[in-house]
């Protein structure tokens, strides 16, 4: 009885100091910019809920900073204006935040042979480089964590490694790029695409070149990133359709709406017979479902598994706050973890399926000064490749004195669109063609 009561009382001081005892991080971040500033003023502001909820001190060593940045004064930080002498401080974690992909490796790949553990938000240095790092790192003993490189603080790489690891997961889609989200959004209120831009990039959610998410390539290293988490596809993936968003204009929202869609970009990963089905372009969705009512700059995600059917994830995509929240959580990993965490593991002989071979509905929006003519032609153009035509409609432009005419087709294989292209547009009544694909469900 009494060894057990000592047995009792032993364990309770073992929890209690196991509770108490707080960890501690050295850190340096490397970058000055909106997303490390970010993470700098969070660590001081929200210091106590990373304490008392990580159970986690984070010690700022050194900041590698090219320049100034006016809008943050880093106190007695230690500044290197060369990066690359971050890695010489007694730091336990290199935070690199600099972006862009051959620099960024460089660094990565030197902190992990200097043994340091490496947090990173960059998702086009993972995509284009996640092997050769992942392997180094391994080789070296020390961790990579990424959450932050998709949909910045909205957890989804844990989540997908961690708490869903005894799910079979067969897909992945959502809208993985807030800037495109916030433009896409905002036009459906009736804003026009370059001030919403503008707009996106002053509050700090578009790439410092915003062509990266307005022509769907961030979406796709993020997607790139969990597919490859989820299915071992590999990095940089061979066969990848991308299409951004900046096709799309606000006449479009209005006959998706009068159809029951709205448009968004969606990024998919899904598995596909034995293949993997890895695409990212804008899509047409039904109005009412979960992805369509995601506003701003809010990224959304639905994994399909076999336990726990759809799971829904959403929240901010990108930004200051939202992307240290993702970095201050790969720290609390990092510090209350022993073993080797996630590994983007590609070499698992997994095919992609040839985009050409898998078949969409379509919207196709035509304009054309010679209407009932065109549409014939138009149809007959359909005809001849066996497409059915759910609907065609037209809609008189008095002030343009052209009309629009609008069509939805059934499925037709994604190899068929060129020849329509062409066709259409080498109708003499036929001034522009644009299509966008419909998404089942
Ligand atoms: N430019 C990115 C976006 C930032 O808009 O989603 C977060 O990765």
Excluded at 21 to 45: H, P, R
Aim: proline share 2%.
């Amino acid at each position: 009885m009494v060894s057990y009561i000592l047995a009792i009382f032993l364990l309770k001081i073992y929890l209690i100091n196991l509770r108490v005892k707080m960890k501690k991080l050295k850190i340096g971040i490397c970058g000055w910019g909106n997303v490390a500033t970010g993470l700098f003023n969070t660590i001081e502001n929200n210091n106590k809920f990373i304490k008392s909820n990580g159970n986690l001190e984070i010690e700022i060593v050194v900041i590698g900073a090219r320049r100034d940045n006016p809008k943050c004064d880093p106190g007695a930080v230690k500044i290197e204006r060369d990066i690359f002498d971050v890695i010489d401080h007694d730091i336990d974690v290199v935070v690199e935040l600099i972006g862009g992909v051959d620099v960024a490796r460089d660094l990565i790949l030197k902190s992990i042979n200097k043994k340091k553990h490496v947090v990173t938000a960059n998702k086009a240095v993972l995509f284009h480089h996640g092997d050769e790092i992942f392997k180094e790192a391994n080789s070296n003993g020390v961790k990579i964590l990424f959450e932050s490189s998709v949909c910045a603080g909205t957890p989804i790489i844990k989540l997908l490694t961690e708490e869903l690891s005894a799910n079979k997961v067969t897909k992945i889609a959502g809208m993985l790029n807030g800037t495109s989200n916030f433009i896409l959004s905002n036009m459906e209120e009736g804003s026009d695409f370059k001030p919403t831009l503008e707009l996106a990039q002053k509050e700090g959610y578009a790439e410092p070149d915003p062509t990266f998410d307005i022509e769907g390539m961030d979406a796709a290293h993020k997607i790139g990133i969990l597919s490859s988490l989820a299915f071992g596809t590999p990095l940089p993936p061979d066969d990848f359709y991308i299409e951004g968003i900046s096709k799309i204009e606000k006449i479009d929202f209005k006959y998706a709406k009068d159809m029951g869609f709205t448009i968004k970009h969606l990024a998919v990963s899904k598995l596909n017979q034995d293949k993997i089905e890895l695409r990212a372009h804008p899509v047409l969705i039904k109005k009412d479902s979960y992805l369509a009512n995601l506003k701003s700059v809010r990224n959304g995600i639905e994994v399909e598994t076999d336990l726990l059917g759809t799971l829904h994830i959403a929240g901010s995509g990108a930004g200051q706050e939202s992307t240290a929240s993702g970095v201050i959580s790969d720290l609390v990993n990092l510090a209350n973890s022993n073993d080797n965490i996630l590994e983007l593991d590609s070499n698992r002989n997994i095919e992609l399926v040839d985009f050409m071979s898998l078949s969409f509905q379509y919207y196709f929006y035509i304009e054309s000064n010679i209407t009932p003519e065109a549409v014939e032609k138009i149809t007959s153009i359909f005809a001849k490749k066996k497409i059915a035509l759910e609907s065609i409609a037209h809609k008189e432009d008095s002030k343009e004195n052209i009309s629009h005419i609008i069509v939805i087709t059934d499925l037709f294989l994604e190899r068929e669109l060129q020849y329509l292209y062409e066709n259409i547009l080498n109708l003499e009544s036929v001034n522009k063609i644009r299509s966008i694909r419909i998404e089942s469900n």
